[in-house]
């Protein structure tokens, strides 16, 4: 490490101020803070002093992601051999390919197997995003003359996380570069950012090519008769009137799902939002370490829980034209779909969340409702969390700034002479 130390202060000089690669030292800069603590200390008494900065917090955010990361490789190769095995269409010749390199078979039983295939599937996602999204940070922090910030770290796991295992790796790069520009970078990067930039990426791809994201073309690769996770949400919805809730999804996918699969992630989906256990885990740890709100995450709960039990009554009490979709039970909505790894990792976004610690309450009630209503009331679009979440990124300044005004209005007729 010595040795890496004195390469580094030795090629400092030619990325300061004057220096031949001078325009490049964000790349340098970020090299060496992330090998390395930062030697810059603030001195003085009007100074905080606190170990919990900027990059230390993606850290524990990415380190909170091990679970989801861990079920998007075991279950992207559990469902890819599950299906093969079953006599399902072969997998693409690119991940057919590699596969066969690695001198395994196709065995759904065996975690190795499973664990390589899944990886098959997600790291060439992950590489993409990190290399035009990381091009694209440093391409800003060049131009602005300004460091590279870390918040890409967490954009760039959030977004192969919340894609389908098959989606092509150009989709990719365009969505996330769209995501990183619009998102983010148009608004002046890291913090000053009212959206969620992976979820605006993933918004991009949803609406301009859907049938890749959500479709049944989603899991083409390895079961031309399967379907993402997203989709099962779009099987009850299309279920007919008198249909059971186990029967409509005893349609998704071969084995069908029962609420424990669909809470431990056993099933077909995004590749890293299937596991409700593997969120939890998460949600603990961002909790443990102060980084993420339970507040947003309890609130998104009580909001989706209460208006699912709200519609449960409207649906057994009125003729309606789905009563299963509107009647679902909320330990349902609580597991199918995206919910949880949008409560935990995505509406808890310290900079596109609401601020204030009321604001909170409301913004994660808000969340919780509109996915509700959205799944079950606009069934054009059933998954539901993602536009919930955007929609309270875009209300979050208002909530804040509300929740202000009431507070200085007490203060003043509190304090009025």
Request: aromatic share 12%; glycine share 12%.
């Given at each position: 490490?010595?040795l890496l130390?004195g390469m580094?202060?030795?090629?400092?000089?030619?990325?300061?101020?004057?220096?031949?690669l001078?325009?490049?030292?964000?790349?340098y800069e970020a090299?060496?803070?992330?090998?390395?603590t930062?030697?810059?200390r603030?001195?003085?008494l009007?100074?905080v002093?606190?170990?919990l900065d900027l990059?230390?917090?993606?850290?524990?955010v990415?380190?909170?992601?091990?679970?989801?990361?861990?079920?998007?490789?075991?279950?992207?190769?559990?469902?890819?051999?599950?299906?093969?095995?079953?006599?399902?269409?072969?997998m693409a010749?690119f991940h057919?390919s590699?596969?066969v390199m690695?001198?395994?078979?196709?065995?759904?039983?065996s975690?190795?197997?499973?664990m390589?295939l899944g990886a098959?599937?997600?790291?060439?996602?992950?590489i993409?995003?990190?290399?035009?999204?990381?091009?694209?940070?440093?391409i800003?922090?060049i131009?602005?003359?300004?460091?590279?910030n870390?918040?890409?770290l967490v954009?760039?796991?959030?977004f192969?996380?919340i894609l389908?295992?098959?989606i092509?790796?150009?989709?990719?790069?365009?969505?996330?570069?769209f995501?990183?520009l619009?998102?983010?970078?148009?608004f002046g990067?890291?913090?000053?950012?009212f959206?969620?930039p992976?979820?605006?990426?993933?918004a991009?791809?949803?609406?301009s090519y859907?049938?890749?994201?959500?479709?049944d073309?989603?899991?083409t690769?390895?079961?031309?008769?399967?379907?993402?996770?997203?989709?099962?949400?779009?099987?009850?919805?299309?279920?007919?009137a008198?249909?059971?809730?186990?029967d409509?999804l005893?349609?998704v996918?071969?084995?069908?799902?029962?609420?424990?699969g669909?809470?431990?992630?056993?099933?077909q989906g995004?590749?890293g939002e299937?596991?409700v256990?593997a969120?939890?885990?998460g949600?603990?740890?961002l909790?443990?370490?102060?980084?993420?709100?339970?507040?947003?995450m309890l609130?998104?709960?009580?909001?989706?829980?209460?208006?699912?039990?709200?519609l449960m009554?409207?649906?057994?009490?009125?003729?309606?034209?789905?009563?299963?979709?509107?009647?679902?039970?909320?330990?349902w909505?609580?597991v199918?779909?995206?919910?949880?790894?949008?409560?935990?990792?995505?509406?808890?976004?310290?900079?596109s969340?609401?601020?204030?610690t009321?604001?909170?309450w409301?913004?994660?009630?808000?969340i919780g409702?509109?996915?509700?209503?959205?799944?079950?009331?606009?069934?054009a679009?059933?998954?539901?969390?993602?536009?919930a979440?955007l929609?309270?990124?875009?209300?979050?300044?208002?909530?804040?700034y509300?929740?202000?005004?009431?507070?200085?209005?007490?203060r003043k007729?509190?304090?009025?002479?």
């Amino acid at each position: 490490m010595k040795l890496l130390r004195g390469m580094l202060d030795k090629v400092e000089p030619m990325f300061l101020e004057g220096g031949k690669l001078e325009r490049l030292y964000p790349l340098y800069e970020a090299a060496d803070t992330f090998l390395y603590t930062p030697p810059d200390r603030a001195k003085g008494l009007t100074h905080v002093r606190d170990g919990l900065d900027l990059k230390r917090t993606m850290i524990f955010v990415v380190l909170s992601l091990i679970p989801c990361i861990y079920m998007a490789l075991w279950n992207t190769g559990y469902q890819a051999n599950l299906q093969i095995a079953k006599g399902a269409a072969p997998m693409a010749d690119f991940h057919e390919s590699l596969f066969v390199m690695t001198g395994l078979e196709h065995n759904p039983s065996s975690w190795i197997s499973n664990m390589v295939l899944g990886a098959i599937f997600f790291l060439p996602v992950y590489i993409v995003t990190m290399t035009v999204g990381g091009t694209i940070e440093l391409i800003f922090s060049i131009v602005r003359k300004h460091e590279i910030n870390e918040g890409f770290l967490v954009s760039g796991m959030l977004f192969p996380l919340i894609l389908p295992p098959t989606i092509p790796l150009w989709q990719v790069a365009v969505g996330i570069g769209f995501g990183v520009l619009v998102g983010k970078e148009v608004f002046g990067g890291t913090g000053k950012n009212f959206l969620n930039p992976a979820l605006t990426a993933r918004a991009f791809l949803y609406f301009s090519y859907a049938t890749d994201m959500t479709g049944d073309k989603a899991w083409t690769a390895v079961s031309p008769d399967g379907f993402s996770g997203a989709t099962t949400l779009g099987v009850v919805a299309s279920s007919p009137a008198g249909t059971t809730m186990q029967d409509a999804l005893s349609h998704v996918d071969v084995h069908g799902i029962n609420w424990l699969g669909a809470f431990m992630g056993w099933i077909q989906g995004s590749m890293g939002e299937t596991s409700v256990l593997a969120c939890l885990l998460g949600a603990a740890f961002l909790i443990a370490t102060g980084i993420g709100s339970w507040r947003i995450m309890l609130s998104c709960v009580i909001g989706a829980v209460g208006t699912s039990l709200l519609l449960m009554g409207v649906a057994n009490g009125f003729d309606v034209s789905n009563p299963l979709l509107l009647g679902m039970a909320p330990w349902w909505h609580l597991v199918i779909g995206g919910f949880a790894f949008g409560t935990v990792f995505m509406a808890t976004d310290p900079v596109s969340a609401a601020m204030t610690t009321t604001g909170k309450w409301f913004y994660g009630i808000l969340i919780g409702v509109m996915t509700i209503l959205i799944r079950s009331v606009g069934t054009a679009f059933p998954e539901g969390i993602m536009l919930a979440i955007l929609f309270g990124n875009v209300m979050a300044p208002l909530i804040d700034y509300f929740v202000l005004q009431a507070n200085i209005n007490r203060r003043k007729a509190r304090y009025a002479t």
